[in-house]
């Protein structure tokens, strides 16, 4: 498959825009209450959390501070595995498939590696 190869910067910078659109649909779900039963109340944890995956997902869909937003979603994310699915418990509780946890741990490194390679196409940022 190593005609593929040719394609990598056009399909990354696919994944980018899909995982930022998904992700900012998340903050807008969590915001406004767009498709959700459930709004955190403004100003906790989950309302700023919300707040994040909205701009720093669009900033990261259009291409803009990639590198940045990107990296506080990587963040946020780790911060939501560990604190809301592990709990830090010890045992079986680890295993994503256990806890639930396997989209926050997907995005964590998604947003890891997008905030390493940047942009790269289609992207507002000229640099």
């Not at 593929?4 to 990354?12: E, F, I, R, S, T």
């Not at 767009?34 to 669009?58: H, N």
């Not at 809301?84 to 997907?106: C, M, T, Y």
Request: hydrophobic fraction near 55%.
């Amino acid at each position: 498959m190593k005609w593929l190869a040719k394609y990598g910067d056009h399909v990354y910078a696919l994944m980018r825009i899909v995982a930022g659109f998904m992700f900012a649909f998340h903050g807008a779900q969590k915001i406004f209450g767009i498709l959700s039963d459930f709004q955190p109340p403004a100003g906790s944890q989950l309302w700023i959390g919300g707040v994040i995956e909205l701009l720093c997902g669009l900033a990261i869909m259009l291409g803009f501070q990639t590198r940045l937003a990107a990296f506080l979603c990587s963040g946020e994310m780790a911060v939501a595995y560990t604190q809301f699915h592990w709990k830090l418990q010890l045992g079986p509780k680890f295993f994503p498939a256990v806890n639930q946890g396997e989209l926050a741990l997907l995005y964590s490194f998604v947003f890891l590696y997008v905030a390493a390679r940047g942009g790269v196409k289609w992207k507002v940022d000229k640099g």
